[in-house]
Each structure stands twice: as C-alpha cells, then as structure tokens.
T-cell receptor, first 111, second 113 residues
Framework: GQNIDQPTEMTATEGAIVQINCTYQTSGFNGLFWYQQHAGEAPTFLSYNVLDGLEEKGRFSSFLSRSKGYSYLLLKELQMKDSASYLCAVRDINQGGKLIFGQGTELSVKP | ETGVTQTPRHLVMGMTNKKSLKCEQHLGHNAMYWYKQSAKKPLELMFVYSLEERVENNSVPSRFSPECPNSSHLFLHLHTLQPEDSALYLC????????????FGEGSWLTVV
C-alpha cells in the first residue's frame, strides 16, 4: 500500500529557516510534489523532485532520497506570509500516475 | 488566479436537496479531477477524467455524480448527501493524466445540514 507521513504542525520564527520532512512508502514511485495551501485557498505547486538531490527555487528548496523514501522542503528567510499548510504528494505509477497526498503540515510563522 | 475556477465557493444544502458544483479550467489541459479535503485528513481523489472520459472512480458513493461535457468543464452533481460529506471539494487539472503537475482550483466549501 501507500503511506505518506509528515508532521502535523510546526512553528518557526520570522527570518529563520525551517525544514518540513516527508517520508513515503509506495510501490511505484514516479515523483514527489510539494504544494502550499493558505487557509481557504487552492493548493499551489511549489516543487517537483523525481531524481535524488536538491532542487532550489528562490527561498524554497526541496530534497529527495529515493532509497530512503524521504524528502524535505526547506524554507529560508521565513516571512509571515509563509504561514500555510504544506502538502507532500507522491506519484504512483502503479496507480495510473495518481498523486497520493500526505495530511499536510501546518506551519505557523511567529514574529 | 490559478487558471482553474470553481463555483460556488460556498454551498449549504439539506440532505434532500440536489445541487451541482462547477469547475472550469483555462489552461488548455486535458485531464480533470475532483478531490475531497476534510479537516485533518489527506486529500482524497474522487474522480479522474482524461479526454472527457472517466478513467477513475475511487469507490465514491453514488450520491456523488460527476460529469465532464468537454475538456474545459467538470461538474459534480450532489443529491441526498449526508452531514459527513461536508468538506472542501477541490477541482484540479493537468496536461495528460498521470503525468505533469496538477493545478487546483480554490475549492467549493460544502456544508450538509
């Protein structure tokens, strides 16, 4: 079966760095996505990893280790507007390429 | 503006009502999806349409009935719902089913009373 785990909640300080971890178990891994979702809004695409390593995009970076079934999203120079839910999702080729989502990590950025 | 528009944004309906949720995408995509998002639970995939043909139905109760008249429009028809169906219903689209990034609409908040 499929299982995706990420912390339910995290708190960090404005200007700091925070790392949100995601572990997964899936039979047909074919890519990992991170989405950001502000309360009452659409999930918006942040990053995509299919090969091992780090993908950097401005203040956000995402890392993948396929052998460990592990990814993290790194947010630097935190801003208050980064307070949101961060969703980890894995594409499973054995399920027609369906995205399997974790429950999301609610990040609160404090002044 | 994500390119995927959902209406209505909020809907309150009784258990005996019939209503519909509408989704329209302006991204030129050919696959569309309905997801259910309940509090503290992962996003649940309900239906997938690829080239206007339903390719997946994840054991969703028959009180939810999807319709995809063309590649830009997707509906979710609702009838005789239960209070536990109250949730955020998200529409999404992508270029190619099972490939590429999916893009979400802002969702329709449904409350069943």
């Amino acid at each position: 079966g499929q299982n995706i785990d990420q912390p339910t909640e995290m708190t960090a300080t404005e200007g700091a760095i925070v790392q949100i971890n995601c572990t997964y178990q899936t039979s047909g891994f074919n890519g990992l996505f991170w989405y950001q979702q502000h309360a009452g809004e659409a999930p918006t695409f942040l990053s995509y990893n299919v090969l091992d390593g780090l993908e950097e995009k401005g203040r956000f970076s995402s890392f993948l280790s396929r052998s460990k079934g592990y990814s993290y999203l790194l947010l630097k120079e935190l801003q208050m507007k980064d307070s949101a839910s961060y969703l980890c999702a894995v594409r499973d080729i054995n399920q027609g390429g369906k995205l399997i989502f974790g429950q999301g990590t609610e990040l609160s950025v404090k002044p | 503006e994500t390119g995927v528009t959902q209406t209505p944004r909020h809907l309150v309906m009784g258990m005996t009502n019939k209503k519909s949720l509408k989704c329209e995408q302006h991204l030129g995509h050919n696959a569309m999806y309905w997801y259910k998002q309940s509090a503290k639970k992962p996003l649940e995939l309900m239906f997938v349409y690829s080239l206007e043909e339903r390719v997946e139905n994840n054991s969703v109760p028959s009180r939810f009935s999807p319709e995809c008249p063309n590649s830009s429009h997707l509906f979710l028809h609702l009838h005789t719902l239960q209070p536990e169906d109250s949730a955020l219903y998200l529409c999404a689209s992508s270029l190619g089913q099972g490939r590429n990034t999916i893009y979400f609409g802002e969702g329709s908040w449904l409350t069943v009373v």
